[in-house]
């Protein structure tokens, strides 16, 4: 027993260092801005950057439809296989893994070729129009986190009984996906998120290349150029990121638990 | 955060759930016979989603796998893969596989050492919530910030840089380290791939039922023969997959290395960064081919998964 | 009783503040089926455990032929365990798990395999069909077989079985308990079953430990527990049984009144005062209907109940503020009791047990 618990505690402690340090150094090296003492000024300067406002403004506007976009395509798929089609299921499942296998560079790449400002679909020709492009590249980027989230939620709550239970009682379909299906998946909805969020808030490939003014090029391009002011920029990251996973550890103790299963 | 990031993740589980939810399989089972005249009408229900799929994901896709055997007049050839082989593109592949199987290997066993550790190690409750947090975190933590984060720790003036040098008179830039190098990315990669494989495998180790190390016990085997014999037998698909996964997540990374070292050191997603901004290969067919070989090269990796877990495990559901 | 094989001597397991186990005392002789029986929490389990070696007592020691065992790792005690789970292997076939104690012991394959295939043939799923099936493509009752295949297929000294049955359904259940007893009587393996089902206990042990708080409440053959329960608490688990409030009317005739009615106890009060309450316990079997010779003690109530169960009428009878529930045979041309019907209900003083 003793011998055991030695050999995880030093596993532990080395790990923790390991991930300890870097922040602990970038830390400190952010608060060096002014000379011979430490301060926030690093902070203030960005805070104060207006590149960082709206860098980060634009983001998380991106960050919001990508949610949303995610959403209207996962929900209804995931429910519908899990009723209708679940036949369907491996294709499905199948196609929301290719994500974690094709690049997101090479889906960008893509992009630029096939939605040029003279293709058929030109979504490229303007600035709202490469906008719309990015939410969709994102969304693609989420969806085996969000597809995941989703059809994990949809297992626990047992979909078929509660749309033949609401059906008996007279519902039509948009009543049913809106007042019993969405409410149940919520905490699971969310958990993919804010997933997502933290996904797309940092993102760089996918906006550098369509050229949009997001955070992520933007931390490339401070990085490149100053020198406290990406320290600063990394904890304030890091915090972020920090606080989108405590949201969805926070909201998986409210997620139903399962009612009608047994084990 | 970052476009690398991939935690909470699928693919590796399937193990994870044939231990945990026999019932989670049954219930896949289709109930209801698909009945051909309302066919069109349940199509339309996951229509949205496959016309996305198609028009996002796999025609963008196929639209750079048939430009790569194509030349700028449109007319078939295998000269852009030929050209894929000249020196300095291969040199590319060769550190990209290197630095991603590199940080998968190392990622997955220290990963699954702390996982055992927090799991297995009788540590208390605490050490656990809090290492699966951070690990939630770190593991999306990717791209430019981690990239800072490195710099400020094992740059030239970084922090530990600067306290070996000082406190123990250590040059660990003698030594022939660099931050903007193979380990150097390595080990800055290893900040996301360490998490992202407690993320996944700790639910694989819970999976391993008590009663199997007692029933091992009883019948007379060591502890080290149950490992041997049940445990790592057992838990081996999901780490063999997840070290998949973890090559897949390297290889495709770009702004961590961007971020790190610009354009000095010459991966692949790099030099495609490079060429889609600016055509620095002179020919955009080649571009096609070298986004061409990367998914050759994560497709490659997956396809050997999944026929080593075809052809070994045949215990899986 | 024959030579005592394994015995559990004073042994006490605390985990910090809370002690689990106090003082249990068992002998156990060659061969002998022995099952603990208790609500969970009574320590049964952890008994169990402390004999496959998984937790060690905090004191006492467990004795093996003589030899003693208590401070012997799991698996240098060369014992077979049966787990709630079944527990097999998931990544080994059957013949694999079955010979994984051979394996380990370092059996020559030749013997190895000649074992498997015996042990495979007493729980008759047959080498031949099963030995390459992997655990998932079996019923739960079939890998609770291969279970206590693989736990038997070394010869263990002792035989441990932790609630085996509980996971299955109620017909696999009584057939594998059924079948559990007869290979244990072919070997002759000395076996301890740990359940929480009374008539699983019943119905295949030699000895029953009847156990609540950490005791043994009553060590006994099946027939002596459910008919002379040595406490309160053994009474109620086992089986059913009425309960009656009364008082000592008359301690030196042993009359009892119970609502409003006197009943004579004869030779069963030991020691009571008058006005002592008692409390009166009947198995539903021991009480009938109508009056018969041989029953020299009636009371009378209403029909409260009647559940027609098939070949059964469980009938309820209120006598004061007492319900009683007792069994008649369905038959077909004597019409059921009707609720809200006088009833008088007879039984033999010398069934009733006095609780105090």
């Given at each position: 027993m003793k011998r055991s618990t030695l050999w995880a505690w030093v596993t532990f402690i080395i790990g923790a260092s390991y991930f300890f340090i870097p922040l602990i150094a970038t830390m400190e090296f952010s608060l060096r801005m002014r000379r011979g003492e430490y301060s926030f000024d690093a902070y203030r300067v960005v805070f104060s950057d207006d590149r960082f406002q709206a860098t980060f403004g634009y983001s998380v506007v991106v960050a919001i439809f990508t949610i949303l976009l995610g959403v209207l395509i996962v929900v209804p798929t995931a429910y519908w296989i899990r009723l209708r089609m679940p036949y369907l299921r491996p294709v499905v499942e199948f196609i929301t893994l290719l994500p974690l296998i094709i690049p997101a560079i090479v889906v960008v790449f893509g992009y630029i070729r096939m939605y040029g400002s003279s293709s058929p679909l030109p979504f490229l020709a303007t600035a709202r129009g490469t906008d719309v492009l990015l939410v969709i590249g994102y969304s693609m980027l989420a969806l085996p986190y969000m597809y995941r989230a989703v059809d994990t939620g949809l297992r626990t709550i047992d979909v078929r009984t509660l749309t033949e239970a609401a059906q008996i009682l007279g519902a039509g379909w948009t009543t049913i996906i809106a007042r019993i299906i969405l409410p149940n998946v919520l905490i699971a909805v969310l958990s993919g998120a804010f997933l997502t969020f933290a996904i797309v808030l940092g993102e760089f490939t996918m906006a550098s290349l369509l050229n949009r003014p997001a955070f992520g090029p933007y931390l490339q391009n401070i990085g490149a150029n100053r020198a406290y002011e990406p320290a600063a920029l990394a904890i304030i990251a890091f915090v972020i990121t920090w606080g989108c996973m405590s949201v969805i550890q926070v909201l998986s103790r409210f997620a139903p638990q399962s009612a009608n299963r047994p084990n | 955060m970052g476009g690398s990031s991939a935690a909470?993740?699928?693919?590796?589980?399937?193990?994870?759930?044939?231990?945990?939810?026999?019932?989670?399989?049954?219930?896949?089972?289709?109930?209801?016979?698909?009945?051909?005249?309302?066919?069109?009408?349940?199509?339309?229900?996951?229509?949205?989603?496959?016309?996305?799929?198609?028009?996002?994901?796999?025609?963008?896709?196929?639209?750079?796998?048939?430009?790569?055997?194509?030349?700028?007049?449109?007319?078939?050839?295998?000269?852009?893969?030929?050209?894929?082989?000249?020196?300095?593109?291969?040199?590319?592949?060769?550190?990209?596989?290197?630095?991603?199987?590199?940080?998968?290997?190392?990622?997955?066993?220290?990963?699954?050492?702390?996982?055992?550790?927090?799991?297995?190690?009788?540590?208390?409750?605490?050490?656990?919530?809090?290492?699966?947090?951070?690990?939630?975190?770190?593991?999306?933590?990717?791209?430019?910030?981690?990239?800072?984060?490195?710099?400020?720790?094992?740059?030239?003036?970084?922090?530990?840089?600067?306290?070996?040098?000082?406190?123990?008179?250590?040059?660990?830039?003698?030594?022939?380290?660099?931050?903007?190098?193979?380990?150097?990315?390595?080990?800055?990669?290893?900040?996301?791939?360490?998490?992202?494989?407690v993320v996944i495998i700790t639910p694989a180790i819970d999976g391993l039922k008590k009663e199997w190390g007692e029933a091992a016990a009883t019948l007379g085997a060591t502890g080290m023969q149950y490992w041997r014999m049940v445990a790592i037998p057992v838990l081996w698909p999901s780490f063999l997959g997840t070290v998949i996964l973890l090559f897949a997540n390297a290889f495709g990374a770009i702004a961590t290395a961007y971020a790190l070292t610009g354009s000095s050191l010459n991966i692949v997603p790099i030099l495609l960064y490079a060429q889609i901004r600016g055509d620095v290969l002179h020919n955009p067919h080649l571009g096609y081919a070298l986004a061409f070989g990367m998914i050759v090269v994560t497709g490659l990796a997956n396809i050997f998964y999944i026929w080593f877990r075809v052809r070994s495990e045949r215990w899986l559901k | 009783m024959a030579e005592t094989y394994l015995s559990i001597q004073n042994v006490k397991k605390s985990f910090g503040q809370t002690t689990v186990v106090q003082d249990f005392n068992l002998d156990i002789a060659k061969g002998e089926f022995v099952s603990f029986l208790g609500p969970s929490g009574c320590g049964k389990t952890t008994v169990l455990r402390m004999v496959a070696g998984f937790e060690e007592p905090t004191s006492g020691s467990i004795v093996v032929s003589g030899k003693d065992i208590t401070r012997l790792k799991p698996n240098q005690r060369n014992i077979g365990m049966v787990f709630q789970a079944y527990a097999l292997f998931p990544n080994l076939t059957v013949a694999q798990n079955v010979a994984f104690g051979l394996k380990v012991a370092g059996v020559s394959k030749a013997d190895s395999d000649a074992r498997v295939k015996e042990m495979l043939g007493i729980i008759k799923l047959p080498m031949d069909e099963f030995g390459a099936r992997y655990p998932y493509q079996l019923s739960g009752g079939q890998q609770q077989r291969i279970a206590l295949a693989r736990a038997l297929a070394p010869s263990p000294k002792l035989l441990l079985l932790d609630e085996p049955l509980s996971a299955l359904d109620a017909k696999v259940r009584v057939s594998l308990r059924e079948e559990i007893r007869s290979i244990q009587q072919k070997l002759g393996i000395t076996t301890i079953f740990v359940t929480h089902d009374q008539e699983e206990a019943l119905s295949i042990s030699d000895r029953?430990?009847?156990?609540?708080?950490?005791?043994?409440?009553?060590?006994?053959?099946?027939?002596?527990?459910?008919?002379?329960?040595?406490?309160?608490?053994v009474a109620n688990f086992v089986g059913t049984l009425n309960v009656l409030e009364g008082t000592v009317s008359d301690a030196s005739n042993g009359a009892v009144r119970v609502a409003a009615q006197e009943l004579s106890l004869k030779g069963k009060l030991n020691g009571s005062k008058n006005g002592d309450a008692l409390s009166l316990a009947l198995r539903p079997e021991a009480i009938s209907l109508r009056r018969r010779p041989d029953h020299d003690a009636t009371l009378s109530g209403t029909i409260a109940d009647v559940h027609f169960l098939g070949s059964v009428i469980r009938v309820r009878v209120g006598i004061g503020g007492s319900v009683v529930s007792l069994d008649t045979f369905n038959t077909s041309h004597t019409p059921p009791p009707v609720v809200g019907q006088p009833a008088e209900i007879s039984f033999s003083s010398g069934d009733v047990l006095v609780l105090h």
């Open positions: - | 909470h993740l699928p693919k590796v589980e399937p193990m994870s759930q044939a231990i945990h939810s026999p019932a989670a399989e049954a219930e896949q089972a289709p109930r209801m016979k698909p009945r051909g005249a309302r066919l069109p009408l349940q199509w339309l229900g996951v229509a949205p989603f496959f016309i996305f799929a198609l028009m996002f994901l796999i025609l963008p896709t196929m639209y750079l796998v048939v430009g790569a055997f194509q030349n700028n007049a449109g007319e078939y050839t295998l000269e852009n893969i030929y050209e894929l082989f000249q020196p300095s593109i291969l040199a590319a592949y060769w550190i990209s596989i290197r630095i991603s199987l590199a940080s998968a290997v190392v990622g997955a066993l220290a990963g699954f050492a702390l996982a055992l550790a927090i799991v297995r190690g009788g540590l208390p409750g605490w050490v656990r919530s809090t290492t699966m947090t951070f690990s939630g975190v770190a593991s999306n933590f990717a791209g430019v910030p981690l990239a800072f984060a490195f710099l400020a720790t094992l740059g030239r003036l970084g922090l530990v840089t600067v306290i070996l040098k000082e406190v123990l008179g250590f040059n660990i830039y003698s030594t022939g380290f660099n931050i903007l190098s193979f380990w150097g990315l390595t080990l800055t990669y290893l900040y996301f791939q360490i998490p992202l494989m | 029953i430990a009847v156990m609540y708080g950490g005791r043994a409440e009553q060590v006994g053959a099946p027939f002596e527990i459910y008919n002379r329960p040595a406490s309160k608490f």
